[in-house]
C-alpha cells in the first residue's frame, strides 16, 4: 500500500461493459474453436456473429465509454511507449504518471487483438468448407476457389489470434511475478486496490451501453440479413 | 561399400519414379475433387434463393453425378499418404475398401437422387436431396480425408 491509496483502499477501473465485452470474447472465442475442430458449423457462425458484435461494440466504446475504456485515454505514441518500456525494464528515466487503466504495451496488445478479430470474423463470412457446402453468410458473393482462399486465411489468422493470447497469458504472468501486480481480478469486479496517484477515473450511465449493444445488434442482424 | 551405394542409389532413383509417377495421378484427383466442389457449392448457391435456376441446377447435378460414378478409379492402390506426394487421402481408404467403396457408392445414388429432384423442379425436394449429398460428402472427409474440412 502506498501511502496515498484512499482509506478504502480500492479504486474503480473498468466498467461493466468493458468486462463483459472482454468474458464475453474469450468465452465465444472457445465456442468458436471447439465448434470448428468438431465440425458443428451452425453454432460456429453464430458464436462468429456474436463475436463480431462484440468487436464492434468494444470499437465503439472505445469512444463513448468510461476514461479508461477509451482508446484516447490510453493508446499513446512511440515515444510515450518507449519511455514505459524503459520504466518497465527498471531503467529510471523521467518519472511520468502510471496510467490508471491500460498501460502503452496493453493497449498495443489491445489493438492488435482487435483487428486480428475484426480480420478473423470478415474472411469467415466469405469462407468455404471442402465440401463446398459448410460455408459464411457472404460465401455466395465469391467462387468456390475464392472460399476456400478465404478458409485457408480464416485458418491463418487462427493461428496468430493464438499467438496474441499466448503473449497477453504472458504478461499477465510478468506482471504477476516480476511486478507483484493481479490483472485478472480487476477484470472480473472492475477495481483495483491500489489508486496509482490518487486519480479517480469517471464513468458513463450504463443506458449508453444499452443503447450501443441494441444499435450494433441491429446493425449486424441488417448486414446478415443482406445474404 | 560399393554394394551399399549400389543399394542407396537405386533405392532413391526407385522412390523418384515413384514419386514421378505417382504426383500425376494424386493432381489429378485433387482437381476432380476441386471441380465437384465448384459444382456442389454452385448448387448450394442456388438453394437459398426464392426461385433457383434450373438450368443450372441441372448442369451442376449431371457434373456432380459424373464425377461420383468416376470417384473410385481416382484412388489406385499405393496413392495415399506417406508416398511422397502430398495428398490428404487416408491409408484407411485401402486398409477398408469396403467402407470406402460404400461411402462412394452412397455419393453416387444421392447424386441420381439429385438429378431426378433437379428434374422435378420442386425446390422442397432439390433442398433435400442436396443436403443429402452434401452429408455424402461430409461423412467421407471425416472418415478418409486428413485434417479438418475447413484445410
Known amino acids: 500500500m502506498t501511502a496515498e491509496a484512499p482509506t478504502n483502499g480500492r479504486v474503480r477501473v473498468w466498467d461493466f461493459p468493458t468486462r463483459l465485452s472482454h468474458w464475453t470474447l474469450v468465452s465465444l472465442f472457445g465456442v468458436c474453436w471447439w465448434t470448428a475442430k468438431s465440425d458443428h458449423m451452425r453454432w460456429h457462425r453464430i458464436a462468429g456473429y456474436g463475436v463480431l458484435g462484440v468487436v464492434l461494440f468494444r470499437l465503439a466504446w472505445g469512444f463513448c465509454g468510461g476514461q479508461t475504456a477509451r482508446f484516447g485515454d490510453f493508446v499513446r505514441g512511440p515515444a510515450a511507449t518507449c519511455r514505459y518500456v524503459r520504466k518497465l525494464l527498471g531503467h529510471r528515466g523521467e518519472d511520468a504518471p502510471a496510467p490508471i487503466g491500460h498501460n502503452p504495451l496493453g493497449a498495443l496488445s489491445i489493438l492488435v487483438m482487435l483487428a486480428l478479430l475484426l480480420t478473423q470474423t470478415t474472411l469467415g463470412l466469405f469462407a468455404v468448407n471442402v465440401d463446398g457446402f459448410a460455408s459464411g453468410p457472404f460465401a455466395r458473393w465469391v467462387s468456390f476457389g475464392t472460399g476456400r482462399r478465404f478458409a485457408h486465411l480464416h485458418a491463418a489468422t487462427f493461428q496468430l489470434l493464438l499467438a496474441m493470447i499466448g503473449v497477453h497469458l504472458a504478461a499477465i504472468g510478468f506482471y504477476r511475478l516480476a511486478r507483484n501486480e493481479s490483472l485478472v481480478p480487476p477484470m472480473i469486479h472492475g477495481f483495483k486496490s491500489r489508486a496509482p496517484s490518487g486519480v479517480v477515473p469517471y464513468f458513463v450511465p450504463w443506458w449508453r451501453a444499452l443503447f450501443l449493444a441494441t444499435g450494433i445488434f441491429l446493425f449486424v442482424a441488417l448486414l446478415l440479413s443482406m445474404r | ?151
Open chain 2, 1 to 151: 561399400m560399393l554394394l551399399l551405394g549400389a543399394v542407396l542409389a537405386l533405392g532413391t532413383v526407385g522412390i523418384a519414379w515413384a514419386t514421378a509417377g505417382l504426383a500425376p495421378i494424386v493432381h489429378a484427383r485433387q482437381s476432380h475433387f476441386k471441380a465437384l466442389g465448384r459444382a456442389a457449392k454452385s448448387l448450394r448457391d442456388q438453394i437459398g434463393r426464392s426461385e433457383p435456376d434450373w438450368s443450372i441446377v441441372a448442369s451442376d447435378a449431371r457434373e456432380i453425378e459424373r464425377l461420383a460414378a468416376a470417384l473410385p478409379s481416382w484412388f489406385p492402390e499405393g496413392s495415399g499418404r506417406g508416398h511422397g506426394v502430398k495428398t490428404r487421402a487416408r491409408a484407411a481408404i485401402w486398409a477398408k475398401p469396403q467402407e470406402f467403396g460404400q461411402a462412394a457408392r452412397r455419393l453416387l445414388n444421392r447424386a441420381q437422387d439429385l438429378t431426378r429432384a433437379a428434374a422435378t423442379r420442386d425446390p422442397r425436394a432439390l433442398a433435400l436431396r442436396t443436403r443429402a449429398l452434401g452429408q455424402a460428402c461430409g461423412s467421407c472427409h471425416r472418415r478418409f480425408r486428413a485434417r479438418s474440412s475447413w484445410w
